[in-house]
């Protein structure tokens, strides 16, 4: 079976790469699977996790929302945030959750943009505690 390199790439860091069979993002439409000879594409990330394969092998990763780029030797993930399970505090993650919530659960004096970043802090606590416990 043919491969392809995955690079995930965040602000700080380059956070993975290897040769892969596939991968499964959460574009903006919906689900991706990613297998070598894929046609070349651009498409935004949800906050979701990604899902590498390799062999009998499978790895998650907490991405906090980006962009995926196919091309034809390679595919590159462009993350806003990018952990692997053993990577992430859960604590802490646990601690976002919880004020996200206490947020969103309070909205007097609350405009439109305060509300979308207590929605998106959720989204990436859940997400990060997801991976966490797979």
Known sequence: ????????????????????????????????????????MVTPLQIAPIIIKNGK???QVAIGGGFIEVRKDK?????????????IDVDRARA????????????SNQDHFDH?????ALQ???NRINVYGK
């Not at 979308?116 to 998106?120: L, P």
């Open 57 to 59: 092998q499978n790895k």
């Open 96 to 107: 976002a959750k919880e004020r996200a919530e206490r947020r969103l659960s309070s909205q």
């Open 75 to 87: 595919v590159v993930v462009l993350a806003e945030s990018a952990e692997f399970p053993e990577n």
């Open 1 to 40: 079976m043919s491969t392809f390199l995955l690079e995930i790439v965040t602000p700080e860091r380059l956070v993975f790469t290897e040769q892969v069979d596939s991968i499964i993002v959460r574009g903006v439409e919906g689900e991706l699977g990613i297998m070598p000879g894929h046609i070349p």
């Open 116 to 120: 979308r970043r207590a929605e998106i």
């Open 124 to 126: 990436k606590a859940v």
